[in-house]
């Protein structure tokens, strides 16, 4: 068996051990004679690998009792809507940060809903940089303030959190929730779909603080409506359970690794050894200001694009495949989340000094 050093931005790379398990538990999980996969959601054994699931949640993230921890279906894309149907509660506008392809598409589904406030971008200059909190332009009347804490596309991260007063804060942690420690009472709602940095697609997470549930506009379906997922214990319906059983062994392997901090270190070691590469590369370029760089998500431009083609063949031929960036940025992207080991980044920098070294 050869397994690909996997640079995809999503569905992507998940930790070996926790493929091993899930195959070892595949056809009888626990002595239950069952796949987890067949099992009733309403079961004994399926409800106690839900609780252990959430509970590793909170232990990793330290979220506090006033918050509920949902386990929801259609990805963070759903939550772009689900978010002004549940959180205007009777208000008007909503404060979005304008900074990058996710964030373009959170402000294009709310306006179906409300009137949104840009109270920050960074679309003149091309989304490669966080606006700096001086210059936020939020609104005391908003219903919520928005933003997108890591660009996925555009690999902007950012390395603060945003002061939104009273007003409740709502983050999209799609790609680097679990990466770095969080003040999770800073917000209102956290979102995160599970293919980036938590488990297989179909399952999204939501942190919500208890207050804000129970708002939902007249006519809201009832799966779309937090409180019903939140009263139900995230089993108004049949949830994901099999995504749920693998995010659950992902934590638990995240705890065994030494929890968040050890994935911090990680994060940092491996964005550290390619961005220093790059620093240095007269023919490797970044576009992103320095201090909003992602630690997850890294684009990088040749100097001539038609090498572009050459570049991408050799990394597969060494086994690194998915790095070709988004089609609507083009060049490069390398997507390290934490369960790429620091070594696979490491065997892309040799690749790409000596890349350079046959090309500049
Ligand atoms: C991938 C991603 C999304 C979209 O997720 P889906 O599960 O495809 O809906 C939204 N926001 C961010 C930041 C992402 O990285």
């Not at 995504?243 to 911090?264: D, P």
Request: proline share 5%.
């Amino acid at each position: 068996m050869a397994r690909v050093i996997n640079f995809s931005a999503g569905p992507a790379v998940l930790p070996e051990e926790v493929l091993s398990q899930a195959a070892s538990e595949m056809l009888d999980w626990h002595g239950s004679g069952m796949s987890v996969m067949e099992m009733s959601h309403r079961g004994k054994q399926f409800i106690g690998i839900c609780e252990q699931a959430e509970a590793d949640l909170r232990e990793l993230l330290v979220v506090p009792k006033a918050y509920k921890v949902l386990f929801l279906q259609g990805g963070a894309t759903q939550q772009f809507g689900m978010l002004p149907m549940n959180l205007l509660r009777g208000k008007k506008s909503a404060d979005y940060f304008n900074t990058g392809e996710w964030s373009k598409k959170a402000i294009k589904e709310a306006k179906a809903f409300c009137k949104v406030n840009v109270a920050a971008s960074s679309e003149d200059a091309n989304f490669s940089y966080a606006p700096d909190a001086s210059t936020l332009k939020l609104d005391p009347q908003a219903a919520y303030v928005h933003y997108t804490s890591n660009e996925t596309i555009g690999g902007v991260e950012y390395h603060w959190v945003p002061d939104s007063g009273p007003v409740p804060l709502v983050v999209d942690m799609s790609s680097h929730i679990l990466s770095r420690p969080v003040d999770v009472g800073r917000y209102g709602l956290i979102y995160a779909g599970a293919q980036k940095n938590i488990g297989p697609a179909g399952l999204t997470i939501v942190i919500v603080r208890e207050d804000l549930l129970g708002g939902a506009a007249a006519g809201t379906p009832s799966m779309l409506d937090y409180k019903v997922h939140a009263d139900a214990g995230s089993m108004s319906n049949t949830p994901p359970s099999y995504a749920i059983y693998i995010a659950g062994l992902v934590f638990q392997w995240i705890k065994r690794q030494g929890g968040i901090a050890a994935m911090e270190r990680r994060a940092l070691e491996r964005s550290g050894a390619l961005y220093d590469f790059l620093d240095n590369s007269r023919f490797f370029k970044n576009p992103v200001r320095k201090q909003d760089r992602s630690r997850m998500n890294v684009p990088f431009t040749l100097a001539d694009s038609k090498l572009d083609e050459p570049f991408l063949a050799g990394a597969r031929q060494l086994g690194m495949i998915e790095l070709k960036g988004h089609r609507s940025v083009g060049g490069m992207r390398a997507s390290m989340y934490n369960a790429m080991p620091v070594a696979g980044v490491q065997r892309l920098v040799m690749y790409m000094r000596e890349f350079e070294a046959k090309h500049a």
